[in-house]
């Protein structure tokens, strides 16, 4: 069964901060995606990575595939309380089935 | 934008009924998904469609489930006979084409069961 950890589950940073989030997994993925929920809405998609070792960065937010597929980071810099949010990651191993991750709920105080 | 559109927002059933949970995916796409989210768990799949017929589905996906596309835009989940523990946000999810794994999420409805 494929699974997909987050860490933290948990942050809670000041604003002007920076963080990491981490998504990993013993299996390989052909792609991972990264997303932020809000609550009582859908994830909203924030990138796409397909290549090992791909960095995409969406303004502060830099988002890096490692080398073996297996794993994923989300660094946010100067954290700012609009980044506040549940973070989502999510592969596909290139069926037609998307695994989740547990989740990291990121809180940035003003 | 063209975006995924789910109704209702919210479903109150009692126990045993059968709920119907409708989705218009973005226009083009051809792969669809569903998915739930208990409260304060993780997002779960539950089926893939493609061509007219599921392509893969979780073990959460039993015989009380079932999808359709009665026409060319509506997407569907059909649950039986409800049970508690299907209380959850259902989201329906679709995707362009094989050569992208971007999937778009629609708002989600939030079923509870009496």
């Known amino acids: 069964t494929q699974l997909l950890e987050q860490s933290p589950q948990f942050l809670s940073i000041q604003e002007g901060e920076n963080l990491t989030v981490y998504c990993n997994s013993s299996s390989v993925f052909s792609s991972l995606q990264w997303y932020r929920q809000e609550p009582g809405e859908g994830p909203v998609l924030l990138v796409t990575?397909?290549?090992?070792?791909e960095v995409k960065k969406l303004k502060r937010l830099t988002f890096q595939f490692g080398d073996a597929r297996k794993d994923s980071s989300l660094h946010i810099t100067a954290a700012q309380p609009g980044d506040t949010g549940l973070y989502l990651c999510a592969g596909t191993s290139g069926t037609y089935k998307y695994i989740f991750g547990t989740g990291t709920r990121l809180k940035v105080l003003a | 934008e063209p975006e995924v559109t789910q109704t209702p927002s919210h479903q109150v059933t009692q126990m045993g009924q059968e709920v119907i949970l409708r989705c218009v995916p973005i226009s083009n796409h051809l792969y669809f998904y569903w998915y739930r989210q208990i409260l304060g768990q993780k997002v779960e799949f539950l089926v893939s469609?493609?061509?007219?017929?599921?392509?893969?589905k979780s073990e959460i996906f039993d015989d009380q489930f079932s999808v359709e596309r009665p026409d060319g835009s509506n997407f569907t989940l059909k649950i039986r006979s409800t049970k508690l523990e299907d209380s959850a946000m259902y989201f329906c999810?679709?995707?362009?084409?094989?050569?992208?794994?971007?999937?778009?999420f629609g708002p989600g409805t939030r079923l509870t069961v009496l």
């Open positions: 990575v397909v290549t090992g070792g």
């Open positions: 999810a679709s995707r362009s084409h094989p050569s992208t794994d971007t999937q778009y």
């Open positions: 469609f493609y061509n007219n017929e599921i392509s893969e």
